[in-house]
């Protein structure tokens, strides 16, 4: 299994900068990727819909009545960023012993289609999501901690973003830049990559993938 270190190390053997034991080290290396990964892991995770990271989950209803719409909603707090909003509907099918999930093009339809209007806001200090619909589900990208998750392409895509942002902190000098640039071309490869593969995951008929993550 991939760790934070494995990553770091990844990261840095792309800017042939030696390695870590451990992010707690005095290291140079280690001080910036203790710095550094948390940061561009989120950025990542972000910046692409990884199929790894992308979840729907039921909206939490708040009491904040806030002027021109009708309903607030929690903001998830593993929300990086939202795709869009959706019907909330019925996870689950019963059989004769148990209960198992409904596909996701079975449990939502047309639906996946319709856009929802809705605004992220701040109301009394809490980050919210404000909209005009009832029971309504959220389609988005979360902040994964849980390295045992990670997408190996993505783990590729990491290193190298991450090896970019090491390479003027740790290498220096002119030759950072040069480093850099590479690092950030090798970067995009592997998300011109994840694209690919996370086209190949879908069905032509609908938008999403049978691999999104679907929590109650």
């Avoid at 910036?32 to 972000?46: A, E």
């Amino acid at each position: 299994m991939t760790s934070v270190v494995d990553i770091c190390n990844l990261a840095l053997s792309n800017i042939r900068a030696g390695s870590i034991n451990s992010l707690t080290e005095s290291s140079l290396q280690a001080q910036q990727c203790s710095l550094k990964y948390p940061v561009i892991r989120d950025f990542l995770l972000r910046a692409h819909n990884w199929q790894f990271a992308h979840y729907i989950e039921p909206l939490a209803l708040l009491t904040s009545d806030v002027f021109n719409w009708s309903y607030t909603y929690q903001y998830p707090t593993d929300c990086l960023g939202i795709n869009r909003l959706i019907p909330n509907v019925e996870m689950f099918t019963q059989t004769d012993s148990n209960y198992r999930p409904r596909r996701i093009e079975d449990m939502y339809g047309p639906d996946l289609d319709r856009q929802i209007k809705y605004e992220v806001a701040v109301v009394d200090g809490v980050k919210v999501i404000l909209a005009n619909e009832a029971a309504l589900r959220v389609d988005y990208r979360a902040r994964v901690e849980d390295t045992s998750l990670f997408d190996p392409i993505f783990v590729m895509a990491f290193s190298w973003y991450l090896a970019a942002e090491l390479a003027e902190p740790i290498i220096g000098g002119d030759k950072s830049s040069g480093l850099r640039s590479a690092a950030i071309a090798m970067y995009q490869q592997h998300v011109t990559t994840a694209e690919v593969e996370d086209a190949n995951e879908q069905y032509s008929e609908q938008p999403q993938s049978d691999f999104i993550t679907v929590r109650s």
